[in-house]
């Protein structure tokens, strides 16, 4: 059977950068927006979220309740990569933290993450979703101390 991902769309230079990235899936009125630490370079070439097999995302999201609606309205039992876009018509949304695509997270020059956050809050602003769910500590923390100037809160998981 063919990868469903690899049949995907090419990547498209997203408005506002100067170099290929994801686009972000905003919209006014989204209930969730996943917040990813930014985009891996095979999810770029593929041009969707969490493309790579070995992610946990999509199966996760598959299993949660959060996802029954859109699961049923697509007549799927599981999500994959290339249902990112179709999400948002569920109030489901995606973006990243910094734009900047690299092999991983680690290549990210210092300072990226700190830089990037101010500009993600605006993002959110504009879009104001529901709520904003972050892939991990890595990327929560700058936004907490550096967009939202909470350099006295300590970010756990979980709920904040």
Not at 6 to 31: H, I, K, N, Q
Not at 92 to 106: C, E, L, M, Q, S
Not at 111 to 118: D, F, K, T
Request: one cysteine or more; glycine letters at 6%.
């Amino acid at each position: 059977m063919a990868d469903p991902v690899r049949r995907s769309a090419r990547p498209r230079l997203s408005s506002g950068y100067p170099f290929p990235t994801l686009p972000d899936y905003l919209a006014p009125g989204l209930d969730v927006v996943f917040v990813g630490i930014n985009p891996g370079a095979y999810s770029l070439a593929r041009g969707h979220y969490f493309a790579r097999r070995s992610s946990r995302f999509w199966p996760a999201f598959s299993r949660s309740r959060l996802s029954l609606p859109v699961r049923r309205a697509l007549a799927l039992d599981a999500l994959a990569p290339e249902h990112d876009a179709a999400l948002m018509k569920f109030g489901i949304g995606f973006t990243d933290v910094v734009k900047r695509p690299t092999a991983n997270a680690a290549a990210l020059a210092p300072g990226e993450l700190v830089r990037a956050a101010p500009t993600l809050l605006a993002r959110l602003r504009k879009h104001a979703p529901r709520v904003a769910c972050f892939h991990g500590l890595t990327a929560y923390r700058p936004f907490l101390r550096f967009a939202l100037g909470r350099a006295d809160l300590v970010a756990r998981l979980g709920p904040q």
